[in-house]
């Protein structure tokens, strides 16, 4: 049986914003984050913090889409045009129809604007209604409320605690947060939810 994969090119775009592949020349656009936003890789298992760190957190991510194992996007703000940041797909299992959604970063000017819920909306329409998923799970350290709000905001359900899940980045361990939107949950009613919020 052949695994399905994902289009080589996504481009998601709405009035608000426009997610488009993330590239190595993007580094250009997402260094000031690395340099001067440190707060931002509090909980981050890939740091993304200082120059080199940016080009390996980039460069990873692009080699990962090129194995067919993420799908990661830059995001651009159309109301300040401006770039704000970086999400992507990840753990993809098209096969069994379940994908999550993560890696989710902003500046801190593009926080608390309803760009996030732009871009979850784009996101998630994209797998529920153009690949066909059944599930979008959503994780986090569990210690990151700001991250935790989010998902709970845009219609996510929790599933559970992983504990001692993965190492986090001051060397201990992290508790993960699992968080889940099914495809009967997204047409009922977190959609309409989502656009709510965002028209």
Same mark, same amino acid.
């Given at each position: 049986?052949?695994?399905?994969?994902?289009?080589?090119?996504?481009?998601?775009?709405?009035?608000?914003?426009?997610?488009?592949?993330?590239?190595?020349?993007?580094?250009?656009?997402?260094?000031?984050?690395?340099?001067?936003?440190?707060?931002?890789?509090?909980?981050?298992?890939?740091?993304?913090?200082?120059?080199?760190?940016?080009?390996?957190?980039?460069?990873?991510?692009?080699?990962?889409?090129?194995?067919?194992?993420?799908?990661?996007?830059?995001?651009?703000?159309?109301?300040?045009?401006?770039?704000?940041?970086?999400?992507?797909?990840?753990?993809?299992?098209?096969?069994?129809?379940?994908?999550?959604?993560?890696?989710?970063?902003?500046?801190?000017?593009?926080?608390?604007?309803?760009?996030?819920?732009?871009?979850?909306?784009?996101?998630?329409?994209?797998?529920?209604?153009?690949?066909?998923?059944?599930?979008?799970?959503?994780?986090? *350290? !569990?210690?990151?409320? @700001?991250?935790?709000?989010?998902? =709970? &905001? %845009?219609?996510?359900? #929790?599933?559970?605690?992983?504990?001692?899940?993965?190492? *986090? !980045?001051?060397?201990? @361990?992290?508790?993960?947060?699992? =968080? &889940? %939107?099914?495809?009967? #949950?997204?047409?009922?009613?977190?959609?309409?939810?989502?656009? !709510?919020?965002?028209?």
């Amino acid at each position: 049986m052949e695994i399905p994969i994902l289009p080589s090119l996504i481009t998601l775009e709405n009035d608000f914003v426009l997610l488009r592949p993330l590239e190595i020349t993007d580094i250009d656009h997402l260094l000031e984050f690395a340099m001067t936003e440190p707060e931002i890789w509090k909980y981050s298992l890939a740091q993304g913090g200082g120059k080199e760190n940016m080009i390996k957190y980039i460069s990873d991510a692009v080699l990962a889409r090129v194995l067919n194992k993420e799908y990661a996007f830059i995001v651009f703000d159309k109301l300040k045009n401006k770039y704000a940041g970086s999400t992507r797909f990840y753990d993809i299992q098209l096969l069994y129809k379940t994908i999550q959604l993560g890696y989710t970063w902003y500046g801190k000017k593009f926080q608390g604007t309803g760009l996030n819920k732009n871009c979850k909306y784009l996101m998630l329409e994209y797998a529920f209604e153009i690949l066909g998923l059944e599930r979008v799970e959503f994780r986090a *350290d !569990n210690r990151n409320e @700001r991250s935790k709000a989010a998902m =709970l &905001s %845009i219609g996510c359900k #929790e599933d559970g605690i992983l504990r001692s899940n993965l190492p *986090d !980045n001051t060397g201990g @361990r992290r508790d993960s947060i699992v =968080l &889940s %939107i099914l495809r009967d #949950e997204w047409f009922h009613n977190v959609k309409q939810l989502l656009l !709510n919020k965002i028209m």
